[in-house]
C-alpha cells in the first residue's frame, strides 16, 4: 500500500516546506483543493520540480470541464488528479483523455455518491486509474459519522481504490487490510507537532516497500 501526504495548507512555501520534511515517507504528494484554489497551478509546478520523483496529485476536484481542467494541471507538472464520481461520465471521460496524453493518471473521488461501489466499476470501466472512497473534512465533522462506512465501501468497490478521510496512525492499518492501495494521510500529518515523525510512524505502520527517496 503507498502512502499518500494530503497537504491542505494555503501557500506554496508552506507546502514545499511540509513536502521537503515529509517526502522521504511517502509515495504521493497531494496538493489540497484549498492550496490549488488559494496559489493556482503554479504551486503544482512548484511541488514537482522540487521532487521530481515523487508522484505528485492534483486534488482538483473537478466536476465539469474534465479535459480542460486536467489538461492545466497535467501541463503543470501532475501525475495525477481528480475528479468528481458525481460528475457526468463525459467529464470523466474527457479527463481520461488529457491523461493518455501526457501519460498520467484520473483519480476519480467519490465524495457524495451514494452508490460507490456501483460508480467505482463505472469510472474504472471509463478509464480511471483508480477511485478516492473519500469522506470530506465536513463529512467527517457530522455527527454519526463512521470510518468504517470507509473501509466497508471500499471492499465493496471491486476495483482498485484508496482511502481518505480520518486516516491516522490508529486506523492505517486497517486501510491496509480492507486492502486498499493508497492510503490519503492529511491533518494527522500536517496537524502533527513533528510531520516528518508523524509520517515516519504511519509508514513503519503498514508493511511497505520503501518509498523512493
Ligand atoms: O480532500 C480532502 C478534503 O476534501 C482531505 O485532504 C482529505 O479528506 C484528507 O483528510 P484528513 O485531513 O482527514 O486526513
Redesign the pocket.
Known amino acids: 500500500m503507498q502512502l499518500q501526504v ?1 497537504m ?1 495548507v494555503l501557500t506554496t512555501e508552506a507546502a514545499l516546506e511540509l513536502a521537503a520534511k515529509v517526502a522521504p515517507h511517502v509515495d504521493i504528494l ?1 496538493l ?2 484549498p492550496l490549488i484554489k488559494s496559489e493556482g497551478l503554479s504551486a503544482i509546478t512548484a511541488v514537482k520540480e522540487a521532487h521530481p520523483n515523487k508522484i505528485v496529485f492534483a ?1 482538483l476536484k473537478t466536476m465539469d470541464a474534465g479535459e480542460l481542467e486536467a489538461e492545466i494541471a497535467f501541463a503543470a507538472g501532475a501525475d495525477l488528479v481528480t475528479i468528481l464520481g458525481t460528475a457526468g461520465d463525459s467529464t470523466i471521460i474527457g479527463a481520461v483523455a488529457a491523461a493518455k496524453k501526457h501519460g498520467k493518471g484520473v483519480v476519480v473521488d467519490l ?1 457524495g455518491v451514494a452508490d460507490k461501489a456501483a460508480r467505482a466499476k463505472e469510472v474504472v470501466a471509463l478509464g480511471a486509474q483508480f477511485v478516492e472512497v ?4 465536513d463529512e ?1 465533522a457530522e455527527p454519526g459519522f463512521s470510518f468504517q462506512t470507509l473501509l466497508d465501501a471500499g471492499r465493496a468497490a471491486g476495483v482498485p481504490f484508496s482511502i ?4 491516522r496512525l490508529e486506523t492505517i492499518a486497517s486501510v491496509a487490510e480492507a486492502g486498499a492501495r493508497v492510503a ?5 500529518i500536517y496537524g502533527a507537532e513533528d510531520p516528518a515523525q508523524a509520517a515516519a510512524d504511519l509508514r513503519a505502520a503498514i508493511t511497505l516497500e520503501p518509498a523512493n527517496a
Do not use: N, R
Open positions: 494530503a491542505d497531494e489540497g483543493t486534488d465524495i473519500h469522506a470530506g473534512l467527517q481518505a478521510g480520518g486516516v490519503v494521510v492529511g491533518g494527522a
